[in-house]
């Protein structure tokens, strides 16, 4: 199984990014996806989580301003992001809990995108 992140960059104080995060393999499902992220000199945190019903939660920090979403039938996790302010930088980290026949249940990681805020 592979995570593929897209979607970061730089951009001002106040604007918007999208990040996308795309499951790939032999998946037989895929329940929690997730977004996570580290910023230099930090541990990485979470940013926010769906449920494979769609349940949502999210940091405090990003509350109001994110927003994660999924497409099931594209295996894909969404990050839009708005409202966006310095402390937002980061490496973007996405994680699935996906279903194989080889390892059965597991937790995948993405390799990360830089999104860089400046003010």
């Known amino acids: 199984v592979q995570l593929q992140a897209s979607g970061g960059g730089l951009v001002q104080a106040g604007g918007s990014l999208r990040l996308s995060c795309a499951a790939s393999?032999?998946?037989?499902?895929?329940?929690?996806m997730g977004w996570y992220r580290q910023a230099p000199g930090k541990q990485r945190e979470l940013v926010a989580v769906i449920t494979g019903g769609g349940r949502t939660d999210y940091s405090d920090s990003v509350k109001d301003r994110f927003t994660i979403s999924r497409d099931n039938a594209k295996n894909t996790v969404y990050l839009q992001m708005n409202s966006l302010k310095p402390e937002d930088t980061a490496v973007y980290y996405c994680?699935?809990?996906?279903?194989?026949?080889?390892?059965?249940?597991?937790?995948?990681w993405g390799q990360g995108t830089l999104v860089t805020v400046s003010s």
């Open positions: 994680n699935a809990n996906v279903l194989t026949i080889v390892a059965g249940w597991a937790v995948y």
């Open positions: 393999g032999s998946i037989l499902s895929i329940n929690g």
